[in-house]
DNA sequence: TATTGTTATACTCTATAACTATA
DNA sequence: TATAGTTATAGAGTATAACAATA
C-alpha cells in the first residue's frame, strides 16, 4: 500500500483543502452528466426529487429551498420540456402537485448511472478497503449535520 | 471508536451516495458563506482565482472556463461593486489586466476563514486520526484526477 | 382573513454572433 | 488577417412584491 501511495505522489492536503477540493470535482463530474442530457444541475434536483414524490408547489419549494415564484418558473420550463406535469390537487383547489413525466424518469435514471459509473471510476485507485474507509467517514460527516 | 459509531447511528452509504451528499453539504455551506457576505460562488472564485494572479480577460475566462463574453459581464458587475479593477496592459494595448481590490481581498479572507472554521466543525466528531485518513483518501481522489 | 400559486419586475449568470480596436 | 475584448441579444435561474382564486 506505501507502494502505491508512492506511485501516485499525491499532494498531502489539510481536511478542509481536501474536502472542498473533493466537493468542487464531484460536484462539477454531476453538473457535466446532467449538461450532457441537456439538464442544469437544479433540474436535475428536481427530477431526483420528483423520483418518489408528488409534492404540491409549496412542498416542492421547501424541498428544493426555492422561493414558490422561483419554483413556478422551474416548473414552467420543465413542463415546456415534458419533464413534468402539473395536476390540480382534488382535495384543495389552490393547490397543484407536479408529477414526473416517464421520459423524465429514464432521463435521470441514466444521468444516475452514468454519475455512479464515474466516481467509481474515480475511486478506482483506492483498494477496497479504503473505499469502504472513505464512505464511512464520509457517512459519518453527512450524519453529523 | 466501535463505541463512537454506535452512539451516532449514521446510515452506511455507499461510496457514490456519500461522496455525492458530501459534496452538496460542503458546495451548500461554501455558497451559503459566500452569500452571506453578498458575493455568488462565481464571484467567489473569481476573487479567489485573482489572490495570486493578475490575469488578462482571455486568461480568466480559461481559469474560469467561461466564455470571454460572461466574462466581461462578470468583472463589469464586479467592478461595479468594487471588487477588481481593469488595467490597460501596457505591452499588448488590446489586453486588460484585472486585479483584486484591497477590500475584496479582505472579503475573500473573511470568506476563508469562516468556511475552514466551518468544515472543521462539520469534521469535530472524527478522531484526529479520522481526519487525516478523510484528508488522505480525498487526497488521493483528487490527484487521480 | 389566510393560504396557494402566478404574474410583474429586476438582477445575475451564461452563451452565440457581430462588432471595434489593436497587432 | 488574426486576436482581445465588448456589445447586442436571448434565455435560465433567482428573489420581492402585488395579485387572483380558493379555503
Redesign the interface.
Known amino acids: 500500500m506505501a507502494a502505491e ?1 508512492s506511485l ?9 483543502d ?10 462539477g463530474t ?1 453538473t457535466q452528466h446532467a449538461a450532457k442530457h441537456e439538464v442544469s444541475m437544479i433540474q436535475l434536483r428536481l427530477l431526483g426529487v420528483l423520483r418518489d414524490r408528488e409534492p404540491t408547489m409549496q412542498e416542492l419549494a421547501r424541498l428544493l429551498r426555492l422561493d414558490k415564484s422561483s419554483t413556478t418558473g422551474l416548473i414552467d420550463r420543465a413542463e415546456t420540456r415534458g419533464l413534468v406535469r402539473r395536476i390540480r390537487s382534488e382535495r384543495d383547489r389552490r393547490s397543484m402537485t407536479v408529477r414526473l413525466t416517464s421520459s423524465a424518469r429514464r432521463k435521470i435514471n441514466v444521468v444516475e448511472r452514468e ?2 459509473a464515474d ?2 471510476r ?5 483498494t477496497p478497503r ?16
Open positions: 501511495a501516485q505522489q499525491e499532494a498531502e492536503l489539510t481536511i478542509v481536501a474536502l472542498a477540493q473533493l466537493s468542487f470535482l464531484i460536484h454531476l454519475f455512479r466516481v467509481e474515480m475511486t478506482a485507485d483506492l479504503q473505499r469502504a474507509e472513505l464512505a464511512r467517514l464520509a457517512s459519518r460527516v453527512i450524519a453529523g449535520q
